[in-house]
């Protein structure tokens, strides 16, 4: 009884910080290059928002490092390169969240998620 009791609280917490999200996620997929240090491991985006990317393979030991992303968003465009910290590792996936995004780049993600269909649109100034 007491593993059932463990499953249910981790699910209902798995609930709560999907509610809390700033943003909901989409399905993508487009090349991503993450640097850790010396290393550049080549991956592709599976879920994206403004905030962060989920990338596959899962390269489960950069966990809770500081990392460079180049997201190559649209085909035939120079990549956005930002800085991020990788959040968490799965059996199919690790997750970045974006940190310290410049103004001129963070405009740039939110114009891509507003053109697929999610984020908060916002007046312009």
Avoid: W
Wanted: hydrophobic share 35%; charged share 25%; proline share 7%.
């Amino acid at each position: 009884m007491e593993v059932e009791a463990c499953m249910a609280a981790i699910r209902e917490s798995g609930r709560s910080s999907s509610e809390r999200r700033r943003v909901p996620r989409i399905e993508v997929s487009f090349p991503v290059t993450v640097i850790a240090g010396k290393k550049q491991h080549r991956s592709q985006a599976k879920q994206f928002s403004e905030y962060g990317v989920a990338v596959a393979p899962p390269i489960k030991e950069l966990v809770g490092k500081d990392v460079q992303v180049g997201l190559l968003l649209n085909p035939g465009e120079k990549p956005v390169s930002v800085d991020g910290t990788v959040v968490y590792g799965t059996d199919t996936s690790i997750g970045i969240r974006f940190k310290n995004v410049p103004p001129g780049d963070q405009q740039t993600l939110r114009a891509y998620a507003q053109a697929h269909g999610i984020g908060i649109s916002r007046p312009q100034q």
